[in-house]
């Protein structure tokens, strides 16, 4: 989910990509120069992430944007996928996990708030449960007192759980 903000009202919409070969302002245009800044695009009025590589002939370029509407339906579907996410992620995100050896339990129930859950509210993690948790499994858990055994065993269960959402998402996408 790359937004929480879905309206089918053109006056307050998220914006797209239009034809990179307009004239630009500088007001309307972004910089795509980066390797993967976190654009949007339009295909049938569905706001959908995009990337751009940075050695595509465009890299360096500006492209402008130009809000897009969402339909009454499509706002429907994001909403129940936003809804989806929350109730699958929500209690994995707020519950410090649990390890075999109790010390190993400690330390995430010790560094859980400030590793996991204030960084994931900080960006909208909660929403993003693919991203965040792939952000939980590059946490340097043996830094803070994890065993190697137990550090592995979290990593294959967000790994599992990560593909398990993206499984999910199919049927949540059905209308």
């Given at each position: 989910?790359?937004?929480t903000e879905f309206d089918a009202d053109a006056s307050d919409?998220?914006?797209?990509i239009v034809d990179p070969h307009q004239s630009l302002s500088p007001a309307s245009a972004i910089d795509i120069s980066s390797p993967s800044p976190n654009l949007k695009s339009e295909s049938n009025a569905f706001i959908v992430?995009?990337?751009?590589d940075s050695h595509s002939p465009n890299s360096g370029s500006k492209i402008q944007v130009t809000p897009g509407v969402l339909s009454p339906a499509d706002v429907e579907l994001c909403m129940a996928l936003m809804?989806?996410?929350?109730?699958r992620f929500t209690p994995i995100l707020f519950t410090p996990a649990a390890t075999p050896h109790m010390s190993c339990t400690d330390v995430f129930a010790d560094t859980w708030m400030?590793?996991?859950i204030q960084p994931a509210l900080d960006d909208d993690g909660v929403y993003k449960p693919l991203e965040t948790l792939e952000?939980?499994?590059n946490i340097r858990w043996e830094e803070h007192g994890l065993c190697k055994e137990c550090v592995a065993e979290k990593r294959d269960?967000?790994?599992?759980?990560?593909?398990?959402?993206?499984?999910?998402m199919d049927s949540w996408l059905e209308r």
């Open positions: 989910m790359t937004t919409s998220t914006a797209t992430g995009a990337t751009v809804t989806h996410f929350i109730e400030p590793l996991v952000k939980i499994k269960e967000w790994t599992h759980e990560q593909r398990t959402v993206w499984k999910l």
